[in-house]
């Protein structure tokens, strides 16, 4: 069994399971159910899953198929069936040093927040990953500890008294020196969601919503879901939101309750439910190490002056799908002059070659291989091109960035 049982079970109840027969015996064939990956659309030929739940956690199990000893139990592991909805950008996966069929993802959020948690599909569905796509993910947080934080705290010397006594001048002239021998902090807005030395394992800071108390097979706990990230920046994009599950062995005796500000230490987990198309995370505010990132820059920049002179919706649909990766130049059929270049783009990636005709503005396209719909209109000083997430060519080619603005001009490059 995955040590990450510990955190439902408990120490003494994982340890007097830690065997298969006890585990079998404890849990009996009859309450398991069919698991496995969302993302497959056929059964694993390798593996098989199945899974025991209640009041929403439970176990997965993960068969392993083998020819020349037939079905092993390779790992169990402690599952939220529902966690909290998010967007996810796949960067890369991690094995488990200890376990050869699980693993871990790391990931990046609307936000621009890395994360790596612990995939409990990992083996099921690891050939089908794909790093740089997107998905719709369930993020569960499974607590090892958790108790109440104090809604303020009260400052009396040091460098964090004199800033607040500097603050409290500059609004307030005249007040009294006594009033500022102390200074009280506000915890109420604190979220925090920071990474532990320990992979996969962060320390956190939030508000308790939606609490209710649940029940795994005589084990006891609670579900709550809370926000870890301020809302104050980037509030366009919504803060990082987890579900929590911490059981009573978590607790030290503390029950938590709602709106209570709590803090304590959880393991992270994700649960793929669907591949995206390349959308949601703009590819400016990805991580400056994403081996992809300069390239793409790059692609677009050198691709922007061989258009001068083409028509708008041309211009910038050739910067944005040499953004996403691709090598586009005009159609080999044509070698008119560039103000005439028709709505048509031939794109190379490797050994793959398409002919794409863009259907601009629901204008009927040339002849082609496939069809691309783009929004073409003119924004300030300059035209903006969008594409559909749900377009059958955007999906096909795996565009990540699907919108692009460009100023009027020579050359029609981006500002700066």
Same mark, same amino acid.
Not at 45 to 61: L, N, R, T, W
């Given at each position: 069994?995955?040590?990450?049982?510990?955190?439902?079970?408990?120490?003494?109840?994982?340890?007097?399971?830690?065997?298969?027969?006890?585990?079998?015996?404890?849990?009996?064939?009859?309450?398991?159910?069919?698991?496995?990956?969302?993302?497959?659309?056929?059964?694993?030929?390798?593996?098989?899953?199945?899974?025991?739940?209640?009041?929403?956690? *439970?176990?997965?199990?993960?068969?392993?198929?083998?020819?020349?000893?037939?079905?092993?139990?390779?790992?169990?592991?402690?599952?939220?069936?529902?966690?909290?909805? !998010?967007?996810?950008?796949?960067?890369?996966?991690?094995? /488990?040093?200890?376990? !050869?069929?699980?693993?871990?993802?790391?990931?990046?959020?609307?936000?621009?927040?890395?994360?790596?948690?612990?995939?409990?599909?990992?083996? /099921?569905?690891?050939?089908?990953?794909?790093?740089?796509?997107?998905?719709?993910? /369930?993020?569960?947080?499974?607590?090892?500890?958790?108790?109440?934080?104090?809604?303020?705290?009260?400052?009396?010397?040091?460098?964090?008294?004199?800033?607040?006594?500097?603050?409290?001048?500059?609004?307030?002239?005249?007040?009294?020196?006594?009033?500022?021998?102390?200074?009280t902090i506000s915890n109420e807005n604190l979220r925090s969601f920071q990474p532990s030395e320990e992979p996969l394992w962060y320390t956190f800071v939030t508000k308790v919503e939606n609490l209710r108390a649940i029940e795994f097979f005589g084990d006891k706990g609670w579900m709550f879901e809370g926000t870890v990230e301020s809302d104050e920046s980037r509030s366009n994009l919504p803060p990082l939101k987890l579900r929590f599950m911490v059981m009573d062995h978590a607790t030290s005796g503390y029950v938590p309750r709602e709106g209570a500000l709590v803090v304590g230490s959880a393991f992270l987990e994700v649960q793929l439910k669907q591949p995206l198309p390349y959308e949601g995370t703009p590819w400016a505010d990805r991580p400056g190490d994403s081996d992809y990132l300069l390239e793409d820059m790059f692609s677009a920049l050198r691709a922007?002056?061989?258009?001068?002179?083409?028509?708008?919706?041309?211009?910038?649909?050739?910067?944005?799908?040499?953004?996403?990766?691709?090598?586009?130049?005009?159609?080999?059929?044509?070698? *008119?002059?560039?103000?005439?270049?028709?709505?048509?783009?031939?794109?190379?990636?490797?050994?793959?070659?398409?002919?794409?005709?863009?259907?601009?503005?629901? /204008?009927?396209?040339?002849?082609?291989?496939?069809?691309?719909?783009?929004?073409?209109?003119?924004?300030?000083?300059?035209?903006?091109?969008?594409?559909?997430?749900?377009?059958?060519?955007?999906?096909?080619?795996?565009?990540?960035?699907?919108?692009?603005?460009?100023?009027?001009?020579?050359?029609?490059?981006?500002?700066?």
């Amino acid at each position: 069994m995955h040590w990450t049982l510990r955190l439902l079970l408990g120490d003494d109840r994982y340890e007097a399971l830690a065997d298969f027969d006890s585990f079998l015996k404890a849990f009996p064939t009859s309450v398991w159910q069919g698991w496995g990956s969302p993302l497959r659309e056929t059964p694993s030929e390798q593996f098989q899953s199945a899974s025991v739940s209640q009041d929403g956690v *439970g176990i997965a199990i993960l068969i392993e198929r083998s020819k020349s000893e037939g079905l092993l139990m390779q790992a169990a592991y402690p599952i939220l069936v529902d966690g909290e909805p !998010a967007e996810v950008e796949l960067l890369d996966t991690l094995e /488990d040093e200890d376990l !050869a069929c699980a693993g871990a993802l790391h990931m990046l959020t609307q936000r621009g927040t890395q994360l790596e948690a612990f995939d409990p599909d990992y083996a /099921d569905h690891q050939p089908l990953l794909r790093p740089g796509g997107h998905y719709l993910a /369930d993020l569960g947080a499974l607590v090892s500890d958790l108790s109440p934080m104090e809604s303020s705290f009260e400052i009396t010397q040091g460098p964090l008294l004199e800033i607040q006594r500097a603050m409290r001048k500059e609004k307030e002239p005249d007040v009294a020196p006594a009033d500022l021998s102390r200074v009280t902090i506000s915890n109420e807005n604190l979220r925090s969601f920071q990474p532990s030395e320990e992979p996969l394992w962060y320390t956190f800071v939030t508000k308790v919503e939606n609490l209710r108390a649940i029940e795994f097979f005589g084990d006891k706990g609670w579900m709550f879901e809370g926000t870890v990230e301020s809302d104050e920046s980037r509030s366009n994009l919504p803060p990082l939101k987890l579900r929590f599950m911490v059981m009573d062995h978590a607790t030290s005796g503390y029950v938590p309750r709602e709106g209570a500000l709590v803090v304590g230490s959880a393991f992270l987990e994700v649960q793929l439910k669907q591949p995206l198309p390349y959308e949601g995370t703009p590819w400016a505010d990805r991580p400056g190490d994403s081996d992809y990132l300069l390239e793409d820059m790059f692609s677009a920049l050198r691709a922007g002056d061989s258009w001068n002179g083409a028509p708008p919706a041309v211009q910038v649909t050739a910067q944005l799908l040499s953004q996403n990766g691709w090598n586009v130049s005009s159609p080999e059929s044509w070698n *008119g002059p560039m103000r005439l270049h028709p709505p048509l783009l031939k794109v190379q990636r490797g050994d793959e070659t398409h002919l794409i005709g863009l259907q601009v503005n629901g /204008d009927e396209p040339p002849s082609c291989d496939l069809v691309l719909r783009v929004l073409c209109q003119r924004e300030g000083e300059g035209h903006e091109v969008k594409l559909e997430a749900k377009d059958a060519t955007v999906i096909r080619l795996q565009l990540r960035s699907l919108g692009m603005w460009c100023k009027d001009g020579p050359s029609m490059l981006p500002p700066g």
